[in-house]
């Protein structure tokens, strides 16, 4: 099984939601952070990373000796990362989108392909728990390429758990596409609300099964469950502004070992999801 835990909008508590997920189910788990602009899994975790790969994309390269500016390169490209200015073929890493086109309808053969690293995939375990997780390089824009790599460590025999990065845009959807069940993490307030029905929408487009997780759920108004009851989402867990679990949080250590009664509120959620994969 596959498990997303995806928001509208940062700072809902994905992360919360994720490791102890994780950890609360004990053996056979393989938690996979997604975020790859700002993964903070480990931070709670604390895992023995045991493999590291640079992750890149192919961009272009072209021998001036052998072009003869005819642009069939330029004319293929909708990003405009080849361009032929004056007697030069300029390219451009950064918009390059990887496809190939470039150099399959050069006639001369002048275009080749070279690596561009844009970031690096780890993974390691934490006893039993399998962990894996992705950094984009700063300065870089593409982050679906690393997302994908670390989508790749996903173990058809265990349970996945992927922590996707905040938003309803192409790394969402990258990280989220073809798993068995998304977790939508928000807050009762206006935003919270708002970014909500974002990502309502974009798991409905991609035909996953959802529930909500209301977090601070004590804080703000009901017009978030007002909300679930009339799109006949299920709500899932929601976890009180709690001064015990904020403390727990700012350490850096996890619910389901610093407060135990929350690992069983976590396997029952496992339970919970579990059940409405199965109606589907």
Known sequence: MIISIASGKGGTGKTTIATNLAVALGPGVNLLDC?????????????????????G????????????LCGRCQDICQFQAIVVVGKSVLTFPELC????????????DAITEIDREMGVFEGGHRDSLE???GRLFVGQVMAVPVIERVRAAVQPDKV?????????????????KGTDFVILVTEPTPFGLNDLKLAVGMVKIL??????????????DT??????????IPILMEIPFDRQIAETYSRGKLLVEELPDWKAKFIHLYEKITDLVRQE
Request: with cysteine; charged share 25%; aromatic share 4%.
């Open 160 to 176: 996945n758990i992927i922590d996707a990065p905040p938003g309803t845009s192409c790394p969402v959807i990258s990280s989220v």
């Open 223 to 232: 017009k978030v469950t007002e909300y679930a009851e009339q799109e006949d």
């Open 57 to 68: 994309l192919k961009v272009p390269q072209v021998d001036m000796d052998k072009c003869t």
């Open 131 to 133: 962990f894996s997780h």
């Open 97 to 108: 989108h990887s496809c190939g086109g470039c150099v399959e309808v050069c006639p001369e």
């Open 207 to 220: 035909n996953i099964p959802h529930g909500i997780i209301i977090n601070r759920s004590d804080l703000g």
């Open 35 to 55: 975020d790859v602009e700002e993964p903070n899994d480990h931070i709670f975790i604390q895992p023995e990373v045991t493999y590291t790969e640079r992750v």
